[in-house]
């Protein structure tokens, strides 16, 4: 059973920066497109960013477009979210999540089937 799990969140004032992890679990890390997903508090889980498994595409939501950038290290078995030029309405929790064997990478939710437990993010204002 492949695990994923985020570290790396916490409080961080507007225009500051964070680095999410995830690390997963697993012999065919490669081989899978990665995602990035946010929940505000009160909203519905939404796209943050996506990467393809050699990284050779991403993806990203216009809200974070230019100021978040999505990598990841097979050798690792990490995907990475660096957040720069934070903003209050980044806030949220930080999902990350492995596409399904028969898709790259996409925006849309259906396409994962394993997700971490996320970790918090807070930007203040």
């Known amino acids: 059973q492949v695990q994923l799990v985020e570290s790396g969140g916490g409080l961080v004032q507007a225009g500051g920066s964070l680095r999410l992890s995830c690390a997963a679990s697993?012999?065919?890390?490669?081989?899978?497109?990665m995602g990035w997903f946010r929940q505000a508090p009160g909203k519905e889980r939404e796209f943050v960013a996506a990467?393809?498994?050699?990284?050779?595409?991403?993806i990203y939501a216009a809200s974070v477009k230019g100021r978040f950038t999505i990598s990841r290290d097979n050798a690792k078995n990490t995907v990475y979210l660096q957040m720069n030029s934070l903003k209050p309405e980044d806030t949220a929790d930080y999902y990350c999540?492995?596409?399904?064997?028969?898709?790259?990478?996409?925006?849309?939710?259906?396409?994962?089937?394993?997700w971490g437990q996320g970790t918090q993010v807070t930007v203040s204002s």
């Open positions: 999540a492995r596409a399904k064997a028969e898709y790259g990478l996409g925006a849309q939710q259906s396409r994962y089937d394993v």
């Open positions: 990467i393809s498994g050699s990284s050779r595409s991403t």
């Open positions: 697993g012999r065919t890390f490669s081989n899978y497109a």
